[in-house]
């Protein structure tokens, strides 16, 4: 293969993982995109991937060794996602030539959201009311996730685009709502604010994501990637945790009024209504192609009756595997039929359904309140529960395809999550 055309299949292979980075691919699945990859397109290559960078070092020549490299400044939309794994799934085929492939990163950067701004403010209310009617059901804490979930959709909607702003939502946005709440329950005559209040309307700050990759990622030995996104995810914790108790502070309020005690005053049916609630929120807010639906609601539920009855049968703490046990294999299993999405953009939205329920923000704030001696390992155990299900879904499932591909080869597990 001619250098420069050697050059321009590094420079590709290089930006497309980063943007596989930022669509929150772990390390591990974008250094075996890259090899696939590069053999397919017929050079050599070696990679170095982090969350934040990408860098493909190609094979020495007569002008030396090509090494080229891409940044990840911002995430990925979730809507952006499903177009990136289209380009990803032919790059791995080699089915790409690099000049279309770089044209094709452009347009899906710079396409802009498929619905209009006031569309997804109100998604995510309605996603956040969803979550409300799962941790807990009752008429208050509906109308006032509904009300907030608005309130932080508008905070969000109005940061994007602008990347200073948008570091410091999460505090505005705990302040903000804590804030109010505090406010509401002081009218009504209230004893207490429930940190399940405040949990649906801030639930898209929970660093449920970077708590998995971290996972993923330190099992797979990449300890770099693993240990900085497990310190971005406390950190952003803590950035909530910064909120709520700014808010307590200034008001007033004593911690020990912050009750994590679940009230349901539904019905047993208001949480399974919630998951579809909190699906239709999802797809308002996130604007992914409609006929993403029937397959969110599918792994949504399965993710959410297994956390349940998990639960049920063996406590919160292992509620947490189970979930994400199941919601792992039903993403994988449904990602290799046909005309499926693509695993990764099923397991993101399960995963943003489970964490709220593992109480990790909750075991944050109790740090400060009366329950600050067990709250840590309380808040250890709960966050990580969801990701080692993710881990023992993703093992469980290769088994499964080597038992039933053995003697046949391929490339297994992580086709699908593309």
Same mark, same amino acid.
């Given at each position: 293969?001619?250098?420069?055309?050697?050059?321009?299949?590094?420079?590709?292979?290089?930006?497309?993982?980063?943007?596989?980075?930022?669509?929150?691919? /772990?390390?591990?699945?974008?250094?075996?995109?890259?090899?696939?990859?590069?053999?397919?397109?017929?050079?050599?290559?070696?990679?170095?991937?982090?969350?934040?960078?990408?860098?493909?070092?190609? /094979?020495?020549?007569?002008?030396?060794?090509?090494?080229?490299?891409?940044? !990840?400044?911002?995430?990925?939309?979730?809507?952006?996602?499903? $177009?990136?794994?289209?380009?990803?799934?032919?790059?791995?085929?080699?089915?790409?030539?690099?000049?279309?492939?770089?044209?094709?990163?452009?347009? *899906?950067?710079?396409?802009?959201?498929?619905?209009?701004?006031?569309?997804? !403010?109100?998604?995510?209310?309605?996603?956040?009311? #969803?979550?409300?009617?799962?941790?807990?059901?009752?008429?208050?804490?509906?109308?006032?996730?509904?009300?907030?979930?608005?309130?932080?959709?508008?905070?969000?909607?109005?940061?994007?685009?602008?990347?200073?702003?948008?570091?410091?939502?999460?505090?505005?946005?705990?302040?903000?709502?804590?804030?109010?709440?505090?406010?509401?329950?002081?009218?009504?005559?209230?004893?207490?604010?429930?940190?399940?209040?405040?949990?649906?309307?801030? +639930?898209?700050?929970? %660093?449920?994501?970077?708590?998995?990759?971290?996972?993923?990622?330190?099992?797979?030995?990449?300890?770099?990637?693993?240990?900085?996104?497990?310190?971005?995810?406390?950190?952003?914790? +803590?950035?909530? +945790?910064?909120?709520?108790?700014?808010?307590?502070?200034?008001? #007033?309020?004593?911690?020990?009024?912050?009750?994590? *005690?679940?009230?349901?005053?539904?019905? %047993?049916? &208001?949480?399974?209504?919630?998951? +579809?609630?909190?699906?239709?929120?999802?797809?308002?807010?996130?604007? /992914? /192609?409609?006929?993403?639906? $029937?397959?969110?609601?599918?792994?949504?539920?399965?993710?959410?009756?297994?956390?349940?009855?998990?639960?049920?049968?063996?406590?919160?703490?292992?509620?947490?595997?189970?979930? #994400?046990?199941?919601?792992?294999?039903?993403?994988?299993?449904?990602?290799?039929?046909?005309?499926?999405?693509? &695993?990764?953009?099923?397991?993101? %939205?399960?995963?943003?359904?489970?964490?709220?329920?593992?109480?990790?923000?909750?075991?944050?704030?109790?740090?400060?309140?009366?329950?600050?001696?067990?709250?840590?390992?309380?808040?250890?155990?709960?966050?990580?529960?969801?990701?080692?299900?993710?881990?023992?879904?993703?093992?469980?499932?290769?088994?499964?395809?080597?038992?039933?591909?053995? #003697?046949?080869?391929?490339?297994?597990?992580?086709?699908?999550?593309?």
């Amino acid at each position: 293969m001619e250098t420069t055309r050697a050059d321009a299949h590094i420079q590709f292979l290089a930006r497309l993982g980063a943007s596989m980075a930022a669509a929150n691919y /772990p390390v591990t699945l974008i250094r075996q995109m890259l090899q696939r990859a590069s053999a397919a397109y017929g050079i050599t290559t070696e990679s170095v991937v982090l969350p934040n960078n990408v860098q493909v070092i190609g /094979p020495a020549g007569p002008n030396g060794t090509t090494i080229k490299s891409a940044a !990840v400044d911002t995430d990925l939309r979730f809507d952006q996602t499903f $177009p990136l794994a289209r380009l990803v799934s032919a790059a791995r085929r080699g089915a790409v030539e690099p000049a279309a492939g770089e044209a094709e990163l452009r347009r *899906i950067t710079a396409a802009p959201h498929r619905l209009p701004s006031w569309v997804s !403010v109100i998604g995510y209310g309605i996603q956040s009311a #969803g979550l409300a009617l799962v941790l807990e059901p009752t008429p208050l804490n509906l109308l006032g996730a509904t009300v907030f979930g608005l309130l932080v959709g508008a905070i969000a909607t109005a940061s994007r685009g602008r990347p200073l702003l948008a570091q410091l939502v999460p505090v505005i946005s705990a302040f903000a709502v804590t804030s109010l709440a505090i406010l509401a329950a002081h009218r009504l005559g209230l004893d207490h604010v429930g940190l399940r209040a405040l949990i649906p309307p801030l +639930a898209m700050f929970l %660093p449920g994501v970077a708590m998995t990759l971290a996972v993923v990622e330190l099992t797979s030995r990449d300890m770099i990637s693993g240990t900085s996104r497990l310190v971005a995810g406390f950190a952003q914790l +803590a950035q909530l +945790a910064f909120g709520i108790f700014i808010a307590v502070q200034i008001l #007033g309020e004593s911690e020990s009024q912050l009750t994590s *005690i679940a009230v349901n005053k539904l019905g %047993p049916w &208001a949480p399974w209504v919630g998951v +579809a609630v909190y699906t239709l929120g999802i797809m308002l807010f996130l604007g /992914p /192609p409609v006929r993403f639906v $029937p397959w969110l609601l599918i792994v949504v539920y399965a993710a959410y009756a297994a956390q349940f009855f998990g639960d049920l049968a063996f406590g919160s703490y292992v509620s947490g595997v189970t979930g #994400g046990f199941a919601l792992t294999l039903c993403a994988m299993a449904m990602a290799s039929r046909p005309g499926a999405p693509p &695993a990764i953009s099923l397991i993101l %939205p399960g995963f943003w359904l489970l964490v709220p329920g593992s109480m990790g923000l909750i075991g944050i704030a109790e740090l400060f309140g009366a329950d600050g001696d067990s709250a840590i390992t309380v808040t250890f155990v709960s966050m990580f529960s969801v990701a080692f299900g993710l881990q023992a879904g993703l093992v469980g499932w290769q088994l499964a395809r080597r038992v039933r591909r053995r #003697g046949r080869g391929g490339f297994g597990l992580r086709e699908h999550v593309a």
